[in-house]
Nanobody, 114 residues
Framework: VQLVESGGGLVQPGGSLKLSCAAS????????MGWYRQAPGKQREMVAV???????NYADSLKGRFTISRDNAKNTVYLQSNNLKPEDTAVYYC?????????WGKGTLVTVSS
C-alpha cells in the first residue's frame, strides 16, 4: 500500500488543520489506518488509529482535540486537529496495516507557531 499525506503547514496556536492520507489499492476498507507523529528529537508516537469497523483509539493526551475519520470510497483517511499547540509541531505520518503488511507514508510537517 502506498500512502501519501497532505494538508500540513504552518498554523498559529489555537488554529486547526485537516490532514489527508490517500492510499493505493482496492482493499482500503480492510485496512487498519492510523496517524502517528514525530517531533524533533523525540520518538514517533501514536496519535490515532481507526479499525476496520470504524472504532477509533486516541493517545490519551490528545483526546478531544484530534479526530480520525475515513472515506472508504475515496481510499482516504483524515486527521482533524483543533486547538493546536506549539508542542503539536511534528511530522505526521499515515500508517496502514492490511493482511499483516505494515506501510508508512513519507509524512507531512505541521508547524504550530505564532
Amino acid at each position: 500500500v502506498q500512502l501519501v499525506e497532505s494538508g500540513g503547514g504552518l498554523v498559529q496556536p489555537g488554529g486547526s488543520l485537516k490532514l489527508s492520507c490517500a492510499a493505493s489499492g482496492s482493499a482500503f476498507s480492510l485496512n487498519v489506518m492510523g496517524w502517528y507523529r514525530q517531533a524533533p528529537g523525540k520518538q514517533r508516537e501514536m496519535v490515532a488509529v481507526q479499525s476496520i469497523g470504524g472504532s477509533a483509539n486516541y493517545a490519551d493526551s490528545l483526546k478531544g482535540r484530534f479526530t480520525i475519520s475515513r472515506d472508504n470510497a475515496k481510499n482516504t483517511v483524515y486527521l482533524q486537529s483543533n486547538n493546536l499547540k506549539p508542542e503539536d509541531t511534528a511530522v505526521y505520518y499515515c500508517h496502514s496495516v492490511h493482511n499483516g503488511e505494515s506501510d508508512w507514508g513519507k509524512g507531512t510537517l505541521v508547524t504550530v507557531s505564532s
